[in-house]
């Protein structure tokens, strides 16, 4: 019975049966069959080209009236130390405070005129400053990009000014439950460590930062070999080349600080934080086990069983008839809120778990029915599953990369990670290449038996201690 729901859901099992039963339908099947696979090959090419100075640009044209273009740069907060940490946020918030050429209402007011959208964000190891507009202005928004990265004023009086905005966006952070029991997860899972601290730094640093500190950030990390300008839309990669040259050719390639990651890498620590709050209504909790670094091959595999765990909102439709048996089992005996499994990449490592919302008396029971299912996974998954989940993954990786910026952000972050634009055939063939004996390998490396991260905000009592979460990450195999 198995074998015979494995060769339903495969397509290609499907078409081949069809084929050798009847000529006629397997033209059909094959009709049908096809128009994906050749909307994949079909997509854009992604272009690259590398300056003298190092400096790169990616695009990919689709030959849209829009545009989304920015710069990716090697340098987030993993590159801070404990007294600098906040720094690379605190400078992406000042370089929308105005240029030698133009002042903060003339930026706005600028950018506001041509109809178009200026943003940044800085993650853990990058920081990206980006536009959107219409195709026409991509000359403009390009000269923009560059006016603000390297002609900011950086002026004392706005650095005092700014403070206060960065408190208070900490203050709406602390308010979103997710980001602060992440914010607790990395800072157990890599103690003392870049990849612990937080992005927007403590608060004691928002108030000694200054001037000074500012300019060293970029004077160690921005470095042209170190960036990317990536565009998506309507953009002619040989004429972003020419603003490229134009804007950011000058730029003089760093020699490399000497406390920047690879010199300094971020151990895994299996550990636990608990913040507790009998006052709160629900218990949010995260664990996770070391991951990879976004290159490695056990990536694929990972996020195959990452999406075998998948997600459960009580607002989802379906609930107990929902053919995943996790996601069944929560609903069926309505033991969460919700919970949404994860793989963050970095670099070298990454965090490979689940988060979870529910009542406090059932975070035992939540805790340990999650890691029987992660044990399961690592012993006994069928072919079945491991292709329903590679069809959703599939999907859900299309539809991710809806719209120009979206492509853009994949072009800009897969150039850092990778060195490279991984493009959907290739990733295409990667996860349909993923088998259950590969999936239950590589959970087993990674998961089966392995010293966890716990972090958890509420009324914790309800979740087991420690030693027994441990305990419960193997099972005697059969």
């Not at 069809?18 to 339908?25: A, G, W």
């Not at 299996?270 to 009998?278: I, L, P, Q, T």
């Not at 975070?363 to 989940?389: H, P, Y």
């Not at 959970?443 to 027994?468: F, H, K, Q, S």
């Amino acid at each position: 019975m198995a074998a015979r729901l494995f060769r339903i859901a495969n397509p290609a099992s499907k078409v081949l049966a069809v084929s050798k039963q009847n000529p006629v339908k397997w033209q059909v099947a094959r009709a049908s069959f096809t128009p994906y696979q050749q909307a994949i090959l079909n997509l854009p090419e992604t272009k690259v080209t590398t300056l003298d100075n190092g400096f790169r640009v990616a695009t990919e044209d689709s030959g849209d009236p829009t545009c989304t273009v920015g710069v990716w740069v090697d340098a987030g907060s993993r590159f801070e130390n404990a007294k600098n940490n906040g720094v690379a946020h605190f400078l992406e918030h000042m370089t929308f405070k105005g240029t030698k050429k133009r002042s903060r209402h003339d930026l706005e007011l600028e950018i506001e005129n041509m109809g178009a959208h200026l943003n940044a964000y800085t993650s853990r190891e990058q920081t990206v400053y980006y536009a959107k507009s219409f195709s026409k202005d991509l000359g403009k928004t390009v000269e923009i990009l560059s006016d603000i990265m390297q002609n900011s004023r950086l002026a004392e009086s706005d650095v005092e000014n700014e403070r206060p905005t960065i408190l208070r966006e900490m203050q709406e952070v602390e308010t979103n439950l997710q980001e602060v029991v992440f914010d607790h997860l990395h800072a157990v899972a890599y103690q003392d460590t870049p990849l612990g601290r937080t992005i927007l730094g403590p608060t004691e640093n928002i108030l000694s930062i200054n001037r000074d500190d500012i300019t060293e950030f970029v004077k160690d990390h921005y470095s042209p070999d170190r960036m990317v300008l990536a565009g998506a839309g309507g953009v002619n990669h040989d004429e972003l080349v020419k603003y490229a040259n134009q804007h950011f050719g000058s730029l003089k390639m760093l020699p490399e600080p000497s406390g920047a990651y690879p010199k300094n890498p971020c151990r895994f620590s299996g550990s636990e934080v608990r913040v507790r709050n009998d006052n709160m209504p629900l218990l949010h909790f995260a664990i996770a086990v070391e991951g990879c670094g976004w290159d490695n091959p056990d990536n694929i595999p990972l996020q195959v069983a990452n999406t075998l765990i998948g997600h459960y909102d009580r607002a989802m439709i379906g609930g107990a008839n929902l053919s995943n048996p996790f996601v069944a089992n929560c609903a069926g005996y309505n033991l969460c809120h919700s919970f949404q499994s994860f793989n963050t990449c970095y670099t070298d490592t990454g965090l490979w778990g689940c988060y979870v919302v529910c009542e406090g008396p059932k975070g035992d029971v939540m805790m340990k029915e999650l890691q029987n299912e992660w044990v399961r996974i690592c012993n006994s998954v069928t072919d079945f599953e491991v292709d329903r989940a590679k069809n959703l993954l599939r999907i859900s990786m299309l539809l991710h990369l809806d719209g120009s910026h979206p492509i853009c952000e994949d072009i800009g972050r897969q150039m850092l990670c990778y060195g490279r634009r991984l493009d959907l055939a290739e990733l295409e063939a990667r996860i349909m290449g993923v088998t259950a004996e590969d999936v239950k390998r590589v959970c087993t490396e990674y998961i089966y038996n392995m010293c966890p991260a716990v972090a958890a905000v509420g009324p914790v009592e309800g979740l087991p201690d420690y030693d027994r979460i441990r305990s419960q990450m193997y099972k005697l195999r059969m």
